[in-house]
Every structure is written in structure tokens, then in C-alpha cells.
């Protein structure tokens, strides 16, 4: 992990900017080619609570499992449901450098999980049958050939 600077502030305040544009609750670094044990999430009501978890590691979790839908950013327009655990005990850096733990459940334990798979490089289509991913595929593959048609006129 990089110093705890100025450089790093402004890389969080712009991953906190970009998914609140997406209107995402989540944005690891990796999603923005940056390879960094880096995530920001807000998972508030009012949107304004956003949390940053550097180095975030798994220190418990319920032995049950949920059943919930979720989207990515890096997978626009795809909603699919993936079980996870119900609830996590997560252990992170917060930005001021300063070490945690907080206990996430409902949507701030998927938020969680989810963009801490992506630090693994991991997307939640992997969770999804080989039958939806190939689904998945040829969809994203189908948009981009008519984005590129429409911007070839």
C-alpha cells in the first residue's frame, strides 16, 4: 500500500466521486486500473456516509447464507442474484490511516463482499451458471457492436 499522502486522499476522493456519478455503492481500485487493496462504499440512505477500507480483510462471518440480486458497474445493465454470507466482520484501514472493524449486514455486507471479490479479481457473473454467464457475454458483446455502429455513422 502506498503512504497515507496526498496522492492517496486525492485517489479515494475521486473513486468516492465516480460511484456516486454511476450512482453505485461500491467501486474498488481495480475497477479504475488501479492496483491498490482499495475500496469505497456508501450504502446510507441519503447516500452521504461513505466509508473507505484499505487492506479490508474477512475476520468473521454467519454461517448463513442470503440470497440477494446484484449489478457492477463493470457490468453495467446485468442484475443476477448471488448468495453471500448474511452478515461479515470486516478488519480495514480506514483513509486516516488508523485500523478498524465493523460488523456489515443487508446491503452493506453484500456491498462488502461484492467489491472485495473485485480486489481478488473476481466479477459476480463468476457466481452465475457457465448457461447465464455465456448469456451475459454474448449480451455485452451484442451492445458493443451497436455502440461501435452508432458511433461508425
Known sequence: ?????AKLARLIDDMIETMYEADGVGLAATQVDVHLRLLVMDTSEARDQPQVLINPEL???SEEWKLNE???LSVPTIYDQVE?????TV????RDGEPFEFKAEGLAAVCVQHEMDHLLGKVFVEYLSPLKRERIKTKMI????????????
Open 91 to 94: 478488519r480495514a484501514t480506514g
Open 59 to 61: 475476520v468473521a462471518h
Open 1 to 5: 500500500m502506498q503512504a497515507f499522502d
Open 142 to 153: 451484442k451492445k458493443a457492436r451497436d455502440e461501435q455502429g452508432r458511433r461508425g455513422r
Open 84 to 88: 453471500r454470507y448474511a452478515w461479515v
Open 70 to 72: 446484484e449489478g457492477c
